[in-house]
């Protein structure tokens, strides 16, 4: 199951921080779990969620999304506890104080009988990416978007998640690279703030096509949607690779 909490802070004047305060939101996430779970979550390779923040009128919005029901008890439930009202960023002396809270769930079968079993099965799908993207090849930065990175990721973050579905195999990773392009895109390069450090990476929108059997696409549709909830590329967990879907169209 994926569990999704949109905390909505009162208005006030930090909006210079930007979607950056995903690494320092990042802190405060530590600071309130369990210490046995955050013991867990500095040795794992891929964690079992996502946190960023953005800006929608004039207030902080805090995302965090646990991948799994092991995360959902460890992270979203504390902070979905009325006892969380507000957050002291201390680096900074910052109080946000919480307005509203919005918890959604949803599992893995749902979103995959959502594409696999609807007739909305579409060829291209266009991302808008919220917060600064980046991937890791070799120990260098990757600061351009390439379709098989982008979904490959996406892969490894479900079946390390999932315990409903496992969707990689060889040919499927053949298939991705075969059919699927970036066929518009609109970015520019950015960087990602991290206590002292400055990532490489890049903003803004692309529109992938899928083409091959439609068996694939719905394939893709779904974890291009999940992705949604998981973001991709690197420390998606500080607050980075965050996207959403904006558009979809060529229905097949």
Known sequence: MIHSLRIIFKKNDESGYGSYMGSLMHGVLMEHISSEYADKMHISQIHPYSQYTYFENGRIVWCIT?????????????????????????????????????????????????????????????????????????????????????????????????CETQIYDELLLEQIEKNTDIVEYSLRSVKFYMEGIKIPSFIGKITLKFSGASEFIRLMNM??????????????????GAYKITDKRGKC
């Open 223 to 240: 974890l291009t949607e999940y992705g949604e909830y998981s973001g991709t590329g690197i420390k998606t967990s500080i607050g980075m």
């Open 66 to 162: 646990a991948l799994n029901d092991e995360a959902g008890r460890y992270i979203t439930d504390v902070f979905m506890s009325a006892d969380f009202s507000k957050v002291h960023i201390k680096k900074h002396d910052i109080v946000l104080e919480v307005d509203k809270k919005i918890y959604s769930t949803v599992s893995y079968s749902e979103l995959f009988n959502k594409n696999y079993l609807s007739e909305n099965t579409y060829r291209y799908v266009q991302i808008e990416f919220i917060t600064p993207v980046s991937f890791k090849s070799n120990g260098n930065y990757i600061i351009f978007p390439e379709a098989r990175m982008i979904l490959n990721n996406l892969i490894r973050k479900y079946d390390s998640s999932s």
